[in-house]
Structures are given as C-alpha cells and as structure tokens.
C-alpha cells in the first residue's frame, strides 16, 4: 500500500490507501489558503520543524490510528483485522531488533519548536516555513505526540529487509507510508522516504521498493521523479487468509513422491 495523494482516480476503482505524499507543485494539490480553520483545530504557523525518527511501543496507539486512516480510504473497515497489541507484539518484540535489520516503524513528528535530533532515534528533521501558509490540524489533540513538547504525530512508514539474489545484496521494502491529510503536500513525503532511501544506501543495501497502482499516474510520475524505475512486466502475488491456512503442517497429499500441483 504505497500511493500519492493527488491520484488520478479510476473508474470503478476504490480510493488508493496511499494518497498521502507531496508532489508539491502539482495543480492538483494546491491548498485554498483562504479557508477558515476547522473549529477546535491547533493552527501551525511560522516555523515548524519536522521529525522523522524510530517508532518505540509508545507511539502504537497513533500508529493503530493512522492505519485506521489508511483502511477507511479503502472503505473496508469491517474487516480490518489490526489491533494495538498485535502491533505492539510484532513490531516492538522483546529484546528490541536493531533497526532495519526487521520490521521497522518510523514516525514523524512536527513540533513548533526546534527538534534536538537524538542520535538513538532521529533518522532526519528539518525546518518547514508556515509564515505564507498557516495550516490548520483539527486532529492535533488526538494525536498528540508521546514525546510531548507540543508535538503532533502526522505520519509514519513501516519497512522491512529484503533479499536480491541477482545482486547478492540485502535491500529494503517499504510496506506502508502515510501523512495525515492536514500534514500534506508539504515535502514530508518525500522527506520520509528519501531518509529510508538514505539509510539503505548507508547500510550498504542494492535497493529500496515498493508497489504502486498501475493507474496512478500521479504517483508513478512523483517516483519516477525520484529516480525510482517503475517495472511493469512485474505483477504481485500474494498468498493470505484461507488461501495461505490449507499450506499449514504441509496439507498438500504426495503422488508418485512429489507433491501435488
């Protein structure tokens, strides 16, 4: 689940679950700065700083959140089967893994005063100017950071290793990456995933990937911006549910010594 917020929408489609980074300059995504803000919104103005950093059990309650909001674009709600405590369980094990090395959660961050980047936890941070543009966030109570200080959750991505036999190379998959819709079309999309980028470089890995709806040309062309070379003749295939329950114990019956097609 990995898309853009300025989406081309299809014809009998469902909305993409990740309409939520930043082309920017794109007609499509130019914000009606003339609009009142939203009552009981917290409104952001002048300098706001942006903190990508390492999610910790803490943040799962805003994480459990923001993939809720992910899964209402989808319109499937009724079936969506996370919970806090499978999030907890699986993405903050204990011992802790290092990071990268596992599933990894990162979140980010905006505060109103200058971020002290912590050396354990901050991937990257930078400085945004609301001076021309204040930008109102009705959800910022709800998600109000756990690192206090004001701050305000308004995204984060999840990624996990991978592995490339043609290049003998570990690599990154990024599974999921969201900006809560006040936050967007800011630069902090592609803020987050040139950090992950950055750091699977640093790492040593061959390369960073992720899906994308073939119909989203928006999406594709912010990519393609990136660098990232979109490879068509690819398709997903994917075992889950009953469909991956009848492999447990090994259920397929042997003919002949082989196991059955």
Not at 148 to 166: D, E, K, L, Q, W
Not at 177 to 199: D, K, N, P, Y
Not at 221 to 230: H, L
Not at 241 to 255: P, R
Request: net charge negative; glycine share 6%; hydrophobic share 45%.
């Amino acid at each position: 689940m990995f898309e853009l917020a300025n989406w081309q929408k299809a014809p009998h489609k469902y909305n993409p679950p990740f309409p939520f980074l930043s082309p920017g300059s794109s007609s499509l995504c130019k914000r009606n700065t003339t609009m009142a803000a939203p009552a009981n919104s917290t409104t952001f103005s002048g300098d706001v700083w942006a903190e990508f950093r390492l999610a910790d059990a803490r943040d799962v309650p805003h994480l459990h959140s923001l993939i809720h909001q992910m899964v209402e674009l989808e319109g499937i709600t009724d079936i969506f089967p996370a919970t806090e405590e499978l999030l907890a369980s699986t993405l903050f094990p204990s011992p802790a893994r290092p990071p990268f090395t596992s599933f990894t959660a990162l979140i980010l961050d905006l505060s109103p005063f200058p971020v002290v980047p912590d050396s354990s936890s901050t991937i990257t941070s930078r400085r945004l100017d609301l001076s021309a543009s204040p930008l109102a966030d009705p959800e910022a109570a709800a998600f109000a950071s756990p690192r206090g200080g004001g701050r305000v959750t308004a995204g984060f991505v999840i990624c996990f290793p991978n592995y490339s036999t043609f290049l003998s190379k570990p690599g990154l998959y990024v599974e999921d990456i969201f900006v809560r819709a006040a936050w967007r079309r800011r630069g902090l999309g592609r803020m987050m995933l040139s950090a992950v980028a950055g750091r699977a470089a640093e790492l040593g890995m061959g390369r960073v990937e992720w899906c994308v709806l073939d119909w989203n040309k928006n999406a594709i062309d912010f990519y393609e911006a990136m660098g990232a070379v979109v490879l068509p003749q690819w398709l997903v295939c994917r075992l889950s549910g009953a469909a991956l329950d009848k492999y447990k114990g090994n259920q397929e019956e042997a003919v002949d010594g082989k196991a059955a097609e």
